[in-house]
């Protein structure tokens, strides 16, 4: 979403200091448009309209024909006549092919707007002596349309077009020489307020051009968002409703249901899930490559036991040509198939055939049981020819799939706006843009000023005048505010407070300019210029986040970012009176436009309410040489949001102090704050530690770090929360690091560690050198037994353990090692890589004493334990193979409650039922020991053998039971990432 120069955690703090009004930024090189009054005329308008209508047909001159291929085109089905295909033929056209991943659904809308925007041209070309902010009929026979026309504190235009019950809002203008509008449209009858229990049903839409495009629906029950940056070319869409996936798959009554669709233009995947009480119910992945799909991944209740793959053979290997019939009816012929040099067939049925002259695409459609997905389904192979690509593998497949639904909900949070809050309909009004919200509310009239009033007008203004001759002379100011805001209940009673304490800092010689709080967690927000660029830093309680800004660092840049919707050449800007209250002593009256640019990002704080028409006082105390002056302002009107359906009404009281004064610069970063890796490489200021473990703040997508290394071996490791994908590149962006983080440096020089993480969080990040170990090799054989070897100090063992084609658990017990431990000694066996335990580790030591440990070794997979220990001699340990029966294990029968066996369910089997049987009553404790592979969410019921549940989620019984039969029934969700291993212990 749209990046501002101020987070929204500061937005507040900088609200206070807005409150110095036009003090705050005192040079102004850019023409502002003035306060909004009925003396100006659309004639002033008329002209940016035209700009606007003409970019819009610039931005959309190539959409009316036909928008983009949309992946639904790209998977459509086309016949011939017996037509002869060659893989050459397809190959060549498929390789021509760049196609456009994105979905651009939001050029629609840009030929909306520009239509209607010509349209109001039209209507007001005749009628250019009409006042903005009058209410214009543009057609004197129908008085039941109605415009006006407004401007903006940010200098937009306001356009409200009123037909009856059907409203459209467009605010529109020009920002850097790029288009920017927001746009609303909806039915209702007179002007909206929040503050009842009615419902606005509407379609927004938000525009940036170059940057992104937004659009909201928000239609009773039913909500959407859809979201396309043109700077990452990535694309997001959710919706939300009751029953949201109705049809043939009915769920319960009132089940809340959200569809989520990602496109991730680096990793070129398309995710889309179908959510129903927070639980993936269906979920799809397109993969693709620059050139077109590669296959996609259907799993769909309407598929039964089966997922569907759809598969773009074109780049396999091992055929030769294709056939397709015409004249079918859309079905295949006899012939239609795949087929080698010798015309042979390799795959006879229908296929999915596009061949145009820009792009070719040939696919086939398979269903397969899940759970049963292998390689050889991926690749083809298994029809004899050979799609070697590294991402048609199910290794690939599962790590981008999708198994935690919070997962979700934490990485699409855009511009505060969360798709996933109980209140989304409060949610995405308060996204709305403040001047199309004070449309709606009809809380934007203009005010009409004539010039200030009062006794102590002109002693202020020659007062202001000075102190900005002052500082024109030296730009450096400093300004300290504290300030509170009272929340009151049924708006008398006093039940919160809420306080701060800031600083404001400019030096417009150095282009410094920062902002800080003092109350509570430290924070502030700086900007200024390191090498070529201006950056901003955003901290939080140590915790720094920064980018650049501009790579033009001259001092007219500087001084446009300070004066940014204001205008400091006319000082008395939104005054309505002045009146003295004594010597040097001044009382204001003003309104919410004398805030300027900070007043801005309070209104930009959408749990506040109520600025439009709040009422706004402030004292003035100026001292002899107008080089310094203190200030109190009291604002009350406003109403606090936050309390969601019980708004509180909210006041304000702040006082300050603004003199001219040397500002120090202070960095940004200190020694001990937790950086943010930037977002872009180029952003990158400080050089990456590692010879010692550092922690970093990682953003969503990539994030970049720089080191400089000798030549030699290294090993990069990094702790995080949830899975990341860490490598290192040389200054050229080859990837130099292998899947467990070792890489070799052969020549001094410069060199990236590259990030990918799925959601903000912390790593715990280490580059460290490492010298490969002597290796001594041991082999386990595929059946248990015991494993015996002699250790020479110093050495490092491994265990390879062979591949087979069934998912199994090792178990080593630990036993005989802990009986020789020594209070000196130490052992420990981990998997490399760790496809283990939560703890990632099977360690003894005179510390800890664990009888044993499990470790998951996939199908197909080769895998290795390393041994480390400080114990001489011939140490021994007993292991064992568990491979994963559903038949045997989906009940299991108790002979002995001293020897009960152990159950493990995972993707092939996600409930297991343990049968035993109770021949004494008495009390009995029912205990359970877990070995967790993933996150898994176990659910467990104790029950007697007429299926009544005695106990639900019972991770603990204690109880009476009876003489009789009864069972354990366990259940985990279905993931092909989640296996539990369940120990039960009845006592």
């Known amino acids: 979403m749209k990046q501002r120069y101020v987070n929204n955690t500061l937005k507040h703090l900088i609200t206070l200091i807005g409150i110095l009004l036009f003090a705050m930024f005192l040079v102004s090189c850019k023409d502002k448009t003035p306060e909004i009054n009925n003396t100006q005329l659309l004639t002033e308008i008329y002209s940016d309209l035209l700009v606007y209508q003409e970019r819009l047909e610039q931005l959309t001159i190539d959409v009316e024909p036909e928008l983009s291929t949309s992946t639904n085109q790209l998977l459509s089905t086309v016949t011939y006549e ?32 520009k239509d209607f925007v ?67 449209h909806y039915n209702y009858q007179g002007v909206f307020d929040p503050l009842d229990d009615s419902q606005l049903v509407y379609n927004y839409f938000t525009f940036v051009e170059d ?142 055939l596009n061949y145009h002259p820009n792009y070719a695409y040939a696919a086939i459609d398979q269903y397969i049981p899940r759970g049963t997905l292998t390689d050889s389904d991926l690749n083809l192979s298994n029809y004899g020819i050979n799609l070697n690509h590294s991402k048609a593998t199910t290794a690939y497949l599962n790590s981008i799939k999708v198994t935690d639904f919070n997962n979700i909900k934490q990485s699409l949070i855009y511009d505060n706006l969360n798709f996933f809050t109980p209140d989304l309909e409060t949610e995405l009004y308060d996204y709305l843009d403040i001047d199309i919200r004070a449309s709606i509310e009809g809380t934007n009239d203009p005010v009409e000023i004539d010039g200030p009033t009062g006794d102590g007008v002109e002693e202020f203004e020659a007062f202001m005048t000075s102190f900005y001759d002052a500082y024109n002379n030296n730009p450096e100011l400093i300004q300290t505010e504290t300030g509170t805001f009272s929340i009151l209940d049924s708006r008398t009673d006093l039940i919160e407070t809420k306080t701060s304490s800031l600083s404001l800092n400019i ?67 939104g005054i309505i009176s002045v009146n003295k209250a004594g010597d040097n002593t001044y009382q204001v009256v003003m309104t919410k436009s004398a805030l300027g640019l900070l007043g801005d990002y309070l209104l930009d704080d959408y749990s506040f309410y109520g600025f439009a028409d709040a009422e706004y006082i402030a004292t003035y105390t100026f001292d002899a040489d107008q080089t310094h002056f203190t200030y109190e302002i009291d604002i009350t009107g406003l109403m606090d949001y936050s309390y969601y359906f019980n708004p509180k009404a909210t006041t304000y009281h702040g006082q300050g102090e603004v003199k001219l004064d040397t500002v120090e610069i202070v960095e940004p970063i200190r020694p001990n704050d937790t950086l943010y890796f930037p977002s872009d490489k180029a952003d990158i200021l400080y050089a990456t530690p590692f010879e010692f473990t550092t922690r970093y703040l990682l953003h969503e997508g990539n994030n970049y770090g720089f080191i400089q290394l000798e030549a030699g071996n290294y090993r990069v490791q990094g702790i995080v929360g949830y899975d990341v994908d860490i490598r290192i590149e040389d200054e050229n962006g080859n990837i130099i690091s292998d899947g467990n983080g070792l890489f070799t440096v052969n020549d001094f020089g410069n ?190 019921g104790l029950y007697d053998e007429f299926g009544v549940l005695i106990e639900d989620d019972a991770y603990y019984f204690n109880g009476t039971l009876e003489v009789g039969n009864y069972y354990i029934l366990f259940d985990i969700f279905e993931s092909s990432e989640e296996t539990v291993i369940i120990h039960t212990i009845i006592n």
């Open 82 to 113: 017996y037509a002869t295909y060659t893989r050459q033929q397809l190959l060549e056209r498929y390789l021509e092919s760049t196609n456009d991943l994105v979905d651009d659904v939001y050029l629609e809308q840009l030929l909306t707007t």
């Open 118 to 184: 010509g349209q109001v041209r039209e209507f007001i070309a005749d009628d250019l002596d009409q006042e903005i902010g009058a209410v214009f009929y543009p057609d004197p026979e129908n008085l039941n349309m109605t415009y006006r026309f407004l401007l903006s504190s940010d200098g937009y235009i306001v356009i409200e077009a009123i037909y009856g019950i059907n409203h459209t809002f467009l605010k529109i203008g020009m920002n850097d020489d790029q288009l920017e509008y927001y746009e609303i």
């Open 211 to 352: 940057v992104e495009a937004v659009q909201v629906n928000s239609l009773g029950d039913n909500f959407s968002l859809n979201y396309t940056s043109m700077i990452d070319h990535t694309h997001i869409q959710m919706s939300k409703g009751a029953n949201e996936f109705g049809g043939e798959f009915e769920y319960e009554e009132g089940s809340v249901g959200y569809f989520v669709s990602m496109f991730d233009s680096e990793s070129l995947i398309r995710t889309n899930l179908d959510i129903v009480n927070n639980q993936i119910e269906s979920e799809s992945y397109e993969i693709f490559t620059e050139h077109g799909l590669l296959y996609a991944y259907y799993d769909h209740p309407m598929y039964g036991d089966d997922i569907k793959l759809i598969t773009n053979f074109i780049e396999a290997t091992g055929w030769d040509h294709l056939i397709v019939a015409e004249n079918n009816g859309g079905n295949p012929g006899e012939l239609d198939g795949i087929y080698d040099a010798n015309n042979n067939a390799l795959y006879s049925g229908g296929l999915r």
């Open 507 to 573: 030096n417009q010689s150095a282009m410094y300019f920062n902002i800080s709080e003092f109350t509570g967690d430290y924070g502030s927000y700086t900007i200024m210029m390191f090498g070529d660029r201006f950056f901003e830093f955003n901290k939080v309680a140590g915790r720094v986040d920064y980018r650049s800004i501009s790579d033009d660092t001259s001092p007219a840049f500087f001084t446009n970012l300070l004066s940014q919707n204001t205008s400091v050449e006319n000082p008395m800007k």
């Open 751 to 940: 060199y990236y560690i590259v990030i990918n993480s799925i959601v903000k969080q912390s790593v715990d990040l280490m580059v460290f050198s490492y010298t490969p170990p002597n290796l001594n090799e041991g082999v386990f054989p595929s059946i248990s037994g015991t494993y015996s070897q002699t250790y020479v100090e110093g050495e490092v063992y491994y265990i390879n353990i062979p591949a087979t084609d069934q998912n199994r658990l090792l178990y080593i017990s630990l036993d005989k090692v802990a009986s020789i431990l020594t209070e000196e000694d130490m052992f420990s066996i981990q998997a490399d890589p760790y496809e283990v335990n939560s703890d990632h580790l099977c360690i003894i030591d005179f510390m800890m004493g664990n009888s044993g440990c499990y470790f998951k070794i996939q199908n197909n997979t080769e895998v290795t334990l390393q041994i480390d220990t400080s114990m001489i001699g011939v140490v021994a340990f007993d292991y064992e193979f568990l491979e994963i029966n559903s038949v045997e294990m989906s009940e299991i029968d108790v002979l002995d409650l001293n020897d009960i066996p152990t159950v493990i369910l995972c993707d092939i089997l996600n409930q297991s039922q343990l049968n035993f049987t109770i021949t004494e009553e008495r009390e009995y404790n029912i205990e359970f020991e877990y070995f967790l592979f993933g996150n898994v969410l176990i659910h467990i």
